[in-house]
Structure formats: structure tokens, C-alpha cells
């Protein structure tokens, strides 16, 4: 097989379909904090949800896991789901949606090309809430490469864009 092969620059990931242990639970998370929308109840056992009304970005069920426990940290397995937020605003409205419901966050950065916010959905899988600077903006080396960082996130610089 041919190493030349590069997938098209217009692909993207579609969505993420998550195991949940309690579907109720996860949509009060990922509806009704976060914002998606719910498209289409699969019964009882799963809900699609998105942004925008795409018919889904995310899947929820519970289909192998109802009232499961959380998968091992230490484990292999789905690092966290990343959800892509169009501008920096939009981020710090959400950021100050968490904090003002005391939702813990388990990490908030700065990366150079984005700013996001981490932090676990109730059955401990991870979340990442970012925006992407315009790519003008990246940090780059001396030899055009990306020059990624992690640094601590400002959030109260963050929360201006609101104020």
C-alpha cells in the first residue's frame, strides 16, 4: 500500500457516539448545560444531539453500558471529545455558564493556535471546550512548523469578552 495517499484537507470528524450509563443524566449535561440540541430520541436507550441542527455531532447511549461504571483512567479508550466553539465569546459565555453552576473544570489552556477549557461529563468521559485563533495567529518555528504550548488559561481575561 501506497504512503502517498493524504485524505482530502476537507474532511472533518462527523460525531462522536458516547456510552453513557444513564441517558437522562448525560442529556441534562450535554443539552441541557452545554446547549445541544436534541434532534431524535432512539427509544429509550440512546439520544443524537447537535449544534446548529445538523442531524447529529453527538450520540448518546446506553445500548452496553446502562448503569455501568466509569471507564478506568488508566485505561485505552477515548481521551475526550472536543467541541469547537466559532469565537472566542462564545467560549467565555460558556465559561461563564459552568462556572456560574459550580461545574468543576478539570483543566483550562492556552495552546497558541486555541484556549480550552477541560473538564468531565457525568460518566468521567473527558470534554474539551476551545476555539481556534485565526491560523494567521499560530505560533510557528523559524522553519514554518507549528510551535504548540500549553500554558494556563487567563479566565478572567477569558470572561471580558462578556463583560
Do not use: C
Not at 31 to 53: K, V, W
Not at 93 to 121: F, K, M, N, Q, W
Amino acid at each position: 500500500m501506497s504512503k502517498d495517499y493524504r485524505i482530502p484537507a476537507q474532511t472533518r470528524i462527523g460525531h462522536v457516539h458516547l456510552k453513557v450509563a444513564d441517558l437522562e443524566r448525560s442529556l441534562e449535561f450535554y443539552r441541557d448545560l452545554l446547549g445541544f440540541e436534541l434532534t431524535m430520541m432512539y427509544g429509550s436507550q440512546a439520544a443524537f444531539i447537535s449544534a446548529g441542527g445538523y442531524h447529529h455531532h453527538i450520540g448518546l447511549n446506553t445500548w452496553h453500558s446502562k448503569d455501568a461504571p466509569p471507564a478506568s483512567k488508566d485505561g485505552v479508550g477515548l481521551y475526550h471529545t472536543a467541541i469547537l466553539y466559532p469565537t472566542r465569546k462564545e467560549l467565555a459565555i460558556i465559561y461563564d455558564r459552568l462556572r456560574r453552576v459550580y461545574y468543576p473544570l478539570t483543566g483550562a489552556s492556552d495552546h497558541g493556535v486555541s484556549e480550552a477549557l477541560y473538564l468531565d461529563d457525568p460518566d468521567g468521559n473527558g470534554v474539551e471546550l476551545y476555539w481556534d485563533r485565526p491560523k494567521e495567529l499560530w505560533p510557528s518555528q523559524a522553519d514554518g512548523s507549528l510551535d504548540m504550548f500549553t500554558k494556563a488559561l487567563d479566565l478572567e481575561n477569558l470572561l471580558k469578552e462578556i463583560r
